[in-house]
């Protein structure tokens, strides 16, 4: 049984920052075979895609939205099956539901989703 659990959500004031994790598990195949990625969804908005990683077995090429770039890190530990956002200067902006995203071949595997709230 896949799972994606995302966990390190919180609240936060601007300019502070936080590290989501993604805990990855159940794949026959070991996680650098995947791409993974990182979306979220703000409160009436659609989901978002924030940034994402090719397989490793690709070259971990990465990608990231214009309203995140230099501020948000993504990166992997292929061995421990984890996922990570690091996410600095926070703005309001970034509050959202984020969510852990693998993908190979065209299927996508999600996790619930994690909340981040920026306020002062």
């Known amino acids: 049984q896949v799972q994606l659990v995302e966990s390190g959500g919180g609240t936060v004031q601007p300019g502070e920052s936080l590290r989501l994790s993604c805990s990855v598990s159940g794949f026959t195949l070991d996680l650098k075979y995947y791409s993974i990625g990182w979306f979220r969804q703000a409160p009436g908005k659609g989901r978002e895609g924030v940034s994402c990683m090719s397989s490793s077995v690709t070259g971990d090429r990465t990608y990231y939205g214009d309203s995140v770039k230099g501020r948000f890190t993504i990166s992997r530990d292929n061995a421990k099956g984890m996922v990570y956002l690091q996410m600095n200067s926070l703005e309001p902006e970034d509050t959202a539901v984020y969510y852990c995203?693998?993908?190979?071949?065209?299927?996508?595997?999600w996790g619930k989703g994690t909340l981040v709230t920026v306020s002062s």
């Open positions: 995203n693998a993908v190979r071949f065209g299927i996508n595997y």
